[in-house]
């Protein structure tokens, strides 16, 4: 272990200050915890990490896994320096390597969030967009602000409502091809005509969930 590192004031950080800034998911927040374990809590920063025991070691499916660790690398808390088909090398931060993780007040305004209106307030656009990573939600494919569509993932027509939780930019073609139907069905069509790969559709399904959960906040 490295000694210069007081590992219960690390968890007090990792509780207090990272999870809420970030809106880590207990999948991601257990990845985060587990990636710890094999790398600073030896006195190593960098983690080495088996594609084939990732699932096992983790105990979930290896998609899943992957799945938390691409999250937490788009969210800072990680970086991927090199991947292979043995594996990934990470350098793990920790909070107070992050940027605006320890400040104070640094957790996100998003209270006003639970009542916004992601469909119509324009403002809130780019937010959505940064969120989906510039991609569009279904079929991944890249999205600049003036290409991209909003989509409600259940339809409104069945009462759902104008929240993140429910609000994706897309790309138009999936836009209109999608039309009144729920989300998961459109993910699977994107499968069935090859638009989406086995692990793709897995992970969309994830983060459909994820989405709907409240778990995928737009970003700042
Ligand atoms: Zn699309």
Do not use: W
């Not at 950080?13 to 030896?42: C, F, K, N, Q, T």
């Not at 699932?55 to 788009?74: C, D, V, Y």
């Not at 594996?87 to 993780?101: A, F, K, N, R, S």
């Not at 991944?140 to 994706?168: K, M, Q, T």
């Amino acid at each position: 272990m490295d000694e210069a590192l007081d590992f219960a004031q690390v968890c007090k950080d990792i509780e207090d200050h990272l999870v809420p800034y970030l809106r880590l998911g207990s999948g991601e927040r257990a990845m985060y915890y587990h990636l710890l374990r094999h790398s600073r809590a030896e006195g190593k920063r960098v983690a080495l990490i088996s594609n084939r025991r990732l699932g096992s070691s983790f105990g979930t499916s290896s998609t899943t896994a992957r799945f938390h660790l691409r999250h937490l690398a788009e969210k800072g808390c990680i970086r991927i320096t090199d991947r292979s088909l043995a594996g990934h090398t990470l350098d793990v931060l920790l909070p107070h390597e992050i940027p605006g993780c320890l400040q104070p007040d640094s957790a996100p305004k998003l209270e006003h969030l639970a009542s916004a209106d992601c469909f119509h307030d324009r403002k809130l656009r780019p937010a959505i967009l940064r969120r989906e990573n510039n991609a569009c939600f279904y079929c991944l494919r890249e999205l600049r602000p003036e290409s991209a569509a909003f989509d409600h993932v259940v339809p409104v027509s069945v009462g759902s409502d104008h929240s993140f939780r429910n609000v994706v930019a897309c790309c138009f073609d999936c836009n209109s091809r999608k039309r009144n139907r729920p989300a998961a069905e459109f993910l699977r069509e994107l499968y069935r005509t090859a638009r989406l790969s086995d692990d793709e559709l897995d992970a969309r399904l994830i983060v459909l969930e994820t989405l709907q959960s409240g778990q995928l906040v737009p970003a700042r």
